[in-house]
């Protein structure tokens, strides 16, 4: 899950936001089958053997992506993400060097931060499949869940319509790093399954 610290933002889920939230971009990683864990998310291994024999024919966009699970450490996310954002740097899309060595400059559409772009697709951490909404047949559940602890820790916010994301209700004196243990843990709690 992302975190923004300025009320009356919003929180969007995915990786596109991850690139976009300053500070995030230290961390992402981890390696391994999340679905595994959680049989009512779907996996690539499951279906019919022709199901299989065609998704193997067809290469996906993700083949070969680091996949990030829900358990992933602090420091399994910052080894993707550094590997993805050491990717774009040397391949010349700007960074903002003043936010640290790993934060991307997501304003920079130039022909050459494309190109790095995509050629470092292969690189760009997964998001745990129970954060896919395509993946988890019960993400708007575990959203609603996710959002209702986080008011209940103290994070005053409100769903988006489409459970794309959270707004904050006000101002808070919460810490960035509070807000991100609380987050984490949030997001852990509602969507492993645990609480269906």
Known sequence: MTHQDTPGRSR?????????????????????????RRPDVASVNSGSPEEKT?????????????????DSSDAERDRYWHIYASCLKDHGHKMLTQRGPDSIDDTDQSPTAKAAVKACANRLPL?????????????????????KCLNKEG???TALPDNSGWTY??????SAAHQAEI???????AFSGKQR
Do not use: I, W
């Open 183 to 189: 987050d984490k843990n949030c997001t852990t709690e």
């Open 155 to 157: 994070l005053h916010v």
């Open 169 to 174: 209700d006000g101002n808070t004196s919460m």
């Open 12 to 36: 969007f889920l995915g990786a596109a936001a991850l690139l976009v939230c300053a500070g995030l971009l230290t961390g992402c990683g981890g390696s391994g089958d999340g679905a595994a």
């Open 127 to 147: 998001q745990p499949p129970e954060l896919d909404r395509t993946k988890n047949p019960h993400y708007d559940d575990d959203f609603r869940a996710y959002v």
């Open 54 to 70: 065609a998704a193997s024919a067809a290469p996906s966009a993700d083949d070969g992506r680091p996949q990030l699970r829900l």
